[in-house]
């Protein structure tokens, strides 16, 4: 079971911190987002150490993933937020090594229900 929380509206330039509290095997750690008639599209994802980390070329150099294991929670921080990143945020665990697959969404094992994150221009 994955609980994400954190969402909400702020402007663009802005900064929100997602959070997701995850139960079971979490190998790998990812967070994926679904603007409103668009596909789910990959963000960022963690390994189980900490020390691999893979972003979406559309959020790199503004959005940090991190996980704390001892509280089994992942974050995204998102800094310099734009319009363009309203969307619904889910968190996603996987009890594997992914290799390859890290980045695709049908990977993964559990899924959150989803935080709205809104950016106004």
């Known amino acids: 079971q994955l609980v994400e929380s954190g969402g909400g509206l702020v402007q663009a330039g802005g900064s929100l911190t997602l959070s997701c509290v995850a139960s079971g095997r979490t190998y790998a750690l990812a967070w994926f987002r679904q603007a409103p008639n668009q596909e789910r599209e990959f963000v960022a994802t963690i390994s189980w150490s900490g020390i691999t980390r893979y972003y979406a070329d559309s959020v790199k150099g503004r959005f940090t993933i991190s996980r704390e294991n001892a509280k089994k929670t992942v974050y995204l921080q998102m800094n310099r937020l734009k319009a363009e990143d309203t969307a619904v945020y889910y968190c996603?665990?996987?009890?594997?090594?992914?290799?390859?697959?890290?980045?695709?969404?049908?990977?993964?094992?559990?899924w959150g229900q989803g935080t709205q994150v809104t950016v106004s221009s």
């Open positions: 996603a665990s996987a009890a594997r090594y992914l290799g390859v697959e890290i980045k695709t969404a049908g990977a993964y094992d559990y």
